[in-house]
């Protein structure tokens, strides 16, 4: 009996992990669609990344992904496995032999149990270093603003709290070299730049313009300054030191996150502020609070997801058709909108960050071992 269990326990692995790496690339295909495939392309447009660089982004962002992904090939594996086995009836063989839903949901809860510790380590040792990897190539494609070679009439804009601060405009780029570029700075408080250079090259600094003039003018029109230059070091980096100090949590796994929050605590006792800016910081350092919980709350939903769709997935043998893809959706949609409202509900101080991260999971775990365990030791 033991070996026919292990040879059920392998039928059943089986099954599962084909339609786990099917959700994997579904999911995940979706996922970069709708959002890292939007800001690449953007990326692209604005700084001239180079093909090969938007790959690289492509792949670096992948582990940050398999966080929500992971757990998805989860709930879409489970539910298409057990219910081709209940559509087939073989969950109805297994039964009349005296072998229960429990022990037939035993390989596909150890499975979700291993993808959930998958998705842990993937989160907390693989995801932060590509997510900083990521980050620093995209720095280099800022501050080097590398124009594609071949391109004319190169336009990029530097935006911050709604408005411009610099605007460049170059007329072609041949062999690498800048042609025609012009530069229009509004950094300066009631000044006003105007950089026009023949020629030009980027750099790791910024842009090396050559055989050019300033021109500073006053807010009221008034030029105020001509500096003719044969070689000039434009630095645009400004942008680029905002992002090395925008920390995310996709660049910290759970320990260095909780090592960070409580440092700028400690660092909040010491300083003084306006109270304003300390409500600020501490309602940053609240968001930071819950998406650190959520690092272990997310691996864990996999779990959750394989509970609630065992018995779900256990169909009457009158229905024909495979219902894993409808569920799948409709349970999604039920954990992002919890999902959703207890990560407001916490940074609105209602919930406490542990809490907020951790409510769907408690709302479906507590729905889904009723139903299972209704089916599996009442009916």
């Given at each position: 009996m033991d070996n026919k269990l292990k040879i059920l326990d392998k039928y059943i692995t089986k099954q599962l992990l084909e339609a786990f790496l099917i959700g994997i690339?579904?999911?995940?295909?979706?996922?970069?669609?709708?959002?890292?495939?939007?800001?690449?392309?953007?990326?692209?447009?604005?700084?001239?990344?180079?093909?090969?660089?938007?790959?690289?982004?492509?792949?670096?962002?992948?582990?940050?992904?398999?966080?929500?992904?992971?757990?998805?090939?989860?709930?879409?594996?489970?539910?298409?496995?057990?219910?081709?086995?209940?559509?087939?009836?073989?969950?109805?063989?297994?039964?009349?032999?005296?072998?229960?839903?429990?022990?037939?949901?035993?390989?596909?809860?150890?499975?979700?149990?291993?993808?959930?510790?998958?998705?842990?380590?993937?989160?907390?040792?693989?995801?932060?270093?590509?997510?900083?990897?990521?980050?620093?190539l995209t720095i280099w494609a800022i501050t080097q603003k590398n124009v594609p070679n071949g391109k004319r009439n190169f336009i990029y804009k530097e935006v911050k709290d709604g408005g411009l601060k610099r605007f460049f405009h170059v007329a072609s780029v041949e062999?690498?070299?800048?042609?025609?570029?012009?530069?229009?700075?509004?950094?300066?408080?009631?000044l006003i730049q105007v950089i026009y250079a023949k020629t030009g090259k980027t750099t790791s600094e910024g842009w090396l313009m050559e055989n050019g003039v300033v021109y500073t003018i006053s807010t009221n029109g008034k030029v105020l300054n001509t500096t003719v230059f044969e070689s000039l070091n434009f630095d645009n980096t400004t942008e680029a030191m905002e992002r090395i100090a925008d920390i995310r949590e996709t660049d910290l796994n759970y320990f260095d996150l909780k090592k960070y929050i409580k440092e700028q605590h400690a660092m909040l006792d010491k300083i003084t502020l306006n109270e304003e800016m300390i409500k600020e910081r501490k309602n940053r350092l609240r968001e930071f609070d819950i998406l650190m919980n959520e690092k272990l709350a997310l691996p864990f939903t996999a779990i959750i997801f394989a509970l609630i769709s065992i018995p779900l997935a256990i169909t009457g043998p009158r229905v024909r058709f495979n219902r894993g893809l409808l569920f799948s959706i409709l349970i999604l949609f039920i954990y992002y909108i919890l999902r959703a409202v207890s990560i407001s509900l916490g940074q609105a101080e209602f919930l406490n960050p542990v809490l907020a991260a951790w409510l769907p999971n408690i709302v479906l775990g507590i729905f889904g071992f009723i139903l299972y365990y209704r089916k599996a030791y009442l009916i």
């Open positions: 690339v579904i999911f995940t295909s979706i996922i970069f669609a709708t959002d890292a495939f939007i800001t690449i392309v953007k990326q692209i447009t604005a700084y001239g990344i180079p093909l090969y660089v938007a790959a690289i982004l492509v792949i670096l962002k992948l582990p940050s992904m398999l966080i929500f992904t992971i757990p998805m090939g989860v709930l879409l594996a489970t539910l298409m496995t057990v219910n081709r086995m209940s559509s087939q009836q073989e969950i109805t063989i297994l039964r009349s032999c005296g072998i229960g839903i429990a022990r037939i949901s035993k390989p596909i809860l150890i499975c979700a149990a291993a993808l959930s510790l998958l998705g842990f380590t993937i989160n907390e040792v693989i995801a932060p270093g590509a997510s900083k990897q990521a980050k620093t062999k690498k070299q800048l042609n025609s570029i012009t530069v229009l700075d509004l950094t300066r408080d009631k």
